[in-house]
């Protein structure tokens, strides 16, 4: 007798590896490689949370009502279309699921997030990689991969791991390149660092466009990581299609009621914004100076290259700095090998990530 058998593909796949979390031996643990928000969550995101246990034994809304009129006052948006997940990833997870199939092809950047390309493969879709240009999305590399089995093309705006962007136009450039029926996903999870004039997140193609939708993560600057909670900004029908799909209770009760606290708190969104970008121009004014190449991010975090060099290779410099308590992403997964991409942290972790380098790198 034979054993149930996953169908053909699923066994191909390499399961996603996320940041390291721990490094043995070391006194102190400096955690760089996840990108989690360098000040945490929000006061009012914790004590929202702390109050939502005595309601465990309840089922949360199932709609996210709530949390749904919520993110659409702060963000100027239409409640009605936006999908709330267990993080971003769902929502990408169910885009797939809903409009990829078997023998179908997804189009993503040639170093962007790897889920994308994991979630076409559970469907028995083929991911293509456009080559990009100076670790930016390149558009008409994107289009150019496209044919009659594309069902949706996916792009991370602000970028993760590259940490570039491309502004508003190229969105649009990009959408009026498509056919009506390929669905574009703007992945926007580090939308809240952006502030140059030229970007949007996505939500006006959404408004504009039948087959646009938005993803954005409370992740990253809210500081809500450990909830899992996102959500997606899509035209009606699409929004119908998620509703569908989705599980009845995907978003948790301690989730909504810390999600609610967190946009309530725009004033930590700001401080956590302003830190962060400071962090990291310092940080970049520092791996300069010891002549290290780095690409220019709008992140929190920045992918740093590194030589060939034994002893100095980003192999080598991953172990030294994990050997000392900073742990760091490696980025072979990325086709970025020689890179190492670090978040941007507290002032301590960062001051000690750039002691560590200077060690090794003491520059000019």
């Not at 070391?26 to 955690?31: C, D, E, G």
């Not at 490689?33 to 465990?56: R, T, V």
């Not at 040639?110 to 390149?138: I, M, Q, W």
């Not at 290290?292 to 991010?297: I, K, W």
Request: charged share 20%.
């Amino acid at each position: 007798m034979t054993t149930p058998q996953p169908r053909p593909g699923i066994l191909d796949i390499k399961p996603y590896v996320p940041g390291a979390s721990s490094a043995p031996g070391a006194a102190r643990i400096f955690k760089l490689s996840s990108n989690e928000s360098a000040l945490g969550a929000s006061p009012k995101a914790i004590s929202a949370y702390n109050d939502a246990a005595g309601d465990l034994f309840s089922y949360p809304d199932g709609g996210s009502t709530s949390l749904r009129d919520k993110i659409a006052e702060v963000y100027g948006l239409d409640a009605s279309r936006i999908v709330c997940g267990a993080g971003s990833d769902e929502i990408l997870q169910l885009l797939t699921k809903a409009y990829v199939g078997e023998g179908d092809n997804i189009i993503q950047s040639d170093h962007g997030f790897l889920v994308y390309a994991l979630a076409a493969k559970s469907c028995g879709a083929e991911p293509r990689f456009a080559k990009e240009t100076n670790l930016t999305t390149d558009i008409d590399a994107m289009l150019a991969l496209v044919d009659d089995r594309t069902r949706i093309m996916f792009v991370a705006n602000p970028n993760n791991p590259t940490g570039s962007y491309i502004p508003e136009t190229e969105l649009l450039r990009l959408r009026q390149g498509l056919r009506d029926d390929v669905l574009l996903v703007i992945d926007a999870a580090y939308a809240e660092f952006m502030e140059q004039p030229d970007y949007n997140g996505g939500e006006r193609l959404v408004a504009r466009f039948d087959n646009v939708v938005m993803t954005r993560t409370f992740s990253k600057i809210y500081g809500l990581a450990a909830l899992r909670l996102g959500w997606g900004y899509c035209p009606p029908a699409v929004a119908d299609v998620l509703n569908r799909i989705r599980g009845p209770f995907n978003v948790t009760l301690p989730a909504q009621a810390a999600g609610l606290a967190a946009l309530d708190d725009q004033d930590f969104v700001a401080r956590n914004r302003a830190f962060t970008c400071e962090q990291r121009d310092w940080m970049a004014g520092r791996l300069a100076a010891m002549g290290l190449e780095f690409a220019p991010s709008f992140g929190n975090f920045i992918l740093v290259k590194f030589p060939s060099t034994a002893g100095l290779n980003a192999k080598d410099i991953q172990a030294f700095l994990g050997s000392e308590g900073v742990i760091v992403r490696e980025m072979g997964a990325y086709k970025l090998g020689d890179y190492l991409r670090v978040s941007i942290g507290d002032k301590d972790a960062n001051r000690k990530f750039i002691e560590l380098l200077a060690r090794k790198f003491p520059g000019s």
